[in-house]
């Protein structure tokens, strides 16, 4: 049994007509003849009752009809869905992200997406919230993985997931055995922390300036490699998530007992710049990822 | 793309080892490896990764494993179902009869064919000879049990049952004892006839124009089972077929004298067409019954 019989089968049976049909399908009649009938005497039973100039389908026709269809539609929306996927063979993946990502997640995903799309260039641009914005703004990049919502209007975002900024300090440090600390007592703590060009600093200043607090930042570093360093240091404490702390087995994560700092992660782009394959394929990775992956459901969820 | 190719792509995934999928498919492992390279080719990304030490499927191979094997299930279904057509193990008979049969015959050749192939389905349209050979002519029906020979053209017949035509008339009737019965006779008694659009009653008038006379037809009716009632009351008479009159009660055949009035009825297919396995079997059932003679069906 060859496909091309059975498509020539099919398109017999919906004209009813074989001269008409051998038209369609650009054969003679006596070719689409000779392949309905090897089809056939393979299935063993007549598929038309050919009357005259008419013809009609037996009852084993119409069950052939009716499989051969389906199984040919199947194989057509193969052939469409690959042909989606062509579209992203030769493509390039333009990306940004939060130097957070960087750590641990988004290589996880950029080889995973890498296997399944191992055609598909990957440019990664990371840095703070505010530059990943510009660079999606500015249409050097089709997706950045940030901090959501996203603060200009012109971008577009899906949150991911929720993760609470904790009191991070070394196991060596004076407040390295405390359960918990109050946002006062953190005023007065000396602390390193992330450069004022991201959200999440935004968000931690805004909680600051709610309380008529202000924090005593001895250092602000835009490089969150080189903050985890300086906490593990010893002598100055930082504020951020289980993420960016993961691995760091001398730091200590301290809740803070009066305010909970909730930060939301998510994937951000251009509402008005359409997304290319490569892009729409890694949005599609990442949302399956964001629901798989282990590490993020040691993150705890919003409550 | 050829189902061959897709059949070695779908083994090759599932196992997603070449070797033993070439080994299973009984091809050479180089062999296998063409063809799936060709496919690759005409679906334009590869399938498989084989990159790594391990074969795997691509994104583009797993979404092309899961639509060819749908594919491949929906062949197979195919070949089963119409496996089970030629076996008898499922289908359809559709038939296509007149009234006349439906009173007792059919009723009894539907069981038997019943008992011996439970799982076929059978539809029964009954009306006139008409509308039977309608019906087997546009397909509608795979057999007809009518009146052989069929009218149209293009219509096969085989004849069932010759039947000679009797005087009906009730156990009651003035007439009940009698031998025979001269037509010129039976034109002269009131009769109770089926309805002019029938075969059989066609087939009365003409034999009643041949000799020169007219029948005196009081009642008119198309249903079979109302005029044997009406007959079996006492008043009128009926011309009817011995096999029709089958088993009603209170009812007395007196034969025609002279040149017996005959009428064949039979099965009809369509010429051109293929007898469908159900009906090939359905039509060598009742011929076989009718091969023997004083068929059980007209007892």
């Known amino acids: 049994m060859e496909l091309r019989h059975i498509r020539y089968f099919i398109r017999a049976a919906e004209v009813l007509h074989f001269t008409h049909a051998a038209e369609s399908l650009y054969i003679s009649q006596p070719t689409l003849s000779t392949h309905v009938q090897q089809l056939e005497e ?67 995903w950029l080889a995973k997406f890498n296997s399944s799309y ?32 996203a603060s200009n209007p012109e971008l577009d975002y899906e949150k ?19 359960a918990e600390i109050t946002f006062s007592e953190l005023s007065t703590t000396p602390l390193a922390i992330v450069s004022n060009k991201t959200a999440a600093r935004k968000v931690i200043d805004g909680i600051f300036a709610d309380r008529q607090l202000k924090p005593k930042i001895m250092v602000e570093i835009d490089d969150l490699q080189a903050l985890l360093k300086i906490a593990e240091a010893g002598n100055l404490g930082t504020l951020l998530g ?34 290319s394959p490569p892009a729409r394929a890694f949005f599609e990775h990442v949302k399956r990822e964001c629901c798989t992956e282990p590490i993020l459901s040691r993150i705890p969820a919003e409550s | 793309m050829e189902l061959r190719h897709i059949r070695y ?120 000879s008409d509308f039977i050979e309608e019906q087997v002519l546009s397909g509608d029906a795979d057999l007809g049990l009518s009146f052989v020979p069929a009218t149209l053209e293009n219509l096969h017949g085989e004849t069932l049952i010759e039947e000679e035509i009797f005087l ?61 009632q009406i007959t079996s009351e006492g008043n009128v008479a009926a011309l009817l077929a011995k096999f029709v009159v089958a088993n009603f009660p209170k009812l007395t055949l007196i034969p025609i004298a002279g040149k017996p009035l005959n009428i064949n009825y039979g099965a009809v297919w369509h010429g051109q067409g293929h007898l469908s396995p159900p009906a090939q079997v359905f039509l060598e059932q009742i011929k076989q019954q009718y091969a023997k003679p004083n068929s059980s069906a007209t007892e």
């Open chain 1, 160 to 178: 991911m997931f929720t993760e609470e900024v904790f009191f991070v300090v070394s196991e060596r440090h004076p407040l390295a055995e405390r």
């Open chain 1, 242 to 275: 289980r993420l960016a702390v993961r691995k760091h087995e001398t730091l200590r994560l301290i809740p803070i007992a009066d305010a909970s700092i909730m930060i939301d992660f998510g994937i951000v782009w251009h509402k008005h710049v359409h997304l």
């Open chain 2, 168 to 228: 009906v008339v009730s156990d009651n009737h003035r007439l009940a004892s009698r031998k025979e019965i001269d037509l010129s006779e039976v034109s002269t008694i009131p009769l109770a006839l089926v309805s002019k659009q029938w075969t059989a009653r066609r087939i009365v008038d003409s034999v009643f124009a041949a000799q020169v006379l007219a029948a005196n037809v009081v009642i008119e009716i198309d249903d079979l089972q109302a005029l044997l």
């Open chain 1, 42 to 108: 393979e299935l063993g039973l007549p598929l038309f009752d050919r009357i005259g100039r008419k013809v009609r389908l037996t009852e084993a026709g119409h069950v052939f009809l009716d499989h051969a269809r389906r199984s040919i539609r199947e194989l057509d929306i193969a052939m469409e869905e690959i042909a989606d996927m062509k579209g992203l063979k030769s493509g390039t993946l333009r990306l940004a992200a939060l130097l957070l990502f960087g750590q641990e997640i988004l290589p996880l």
């Open chain 2, 9 to 128: 792509f779908v083994k090759a995934a599932e196992l997603l080892h070449f070797t033993h999928a070439a080994e299973s498919l009984y091809v050479s492992q180089p062999t296998l490896s063409t063809h799936i390279h060709q496919l690759e080719e005409e679906v334009g990304l590869p399938l498989f990764d084989r990159t790594q030490r391990n074969v795997r499927l691509t994104e583009a191979g797993k979404v092309f494993l899961d639509r060819a094997q749908q594919a491949l299930l929906n062949l197979d279904l195919a070949k089963e179902r119409i496996d089970d057509l030629k076996v008898l193990a499922a289908g359809t008979l559709r038939l296509a009869a007149l009234l006349t049969f439906g009173q007792e015959v059919l009723p009894s050749w539907i069981a038997t064919f019943n008992a011996a192939y439970p799982n076929i389905r059978i539809i029964v349209s009954t009306g006139t």
């Open chain 1, 118 to 149: 191992p055609e598909i260039q990957i440019v990664l641009k990371t840095g703070p919230s505010e530059r990943l914005e510009e660079e999606l703004l500015s249409g050097r990049v089709d997706l950045a993985l940030s901090f959501v919502p």
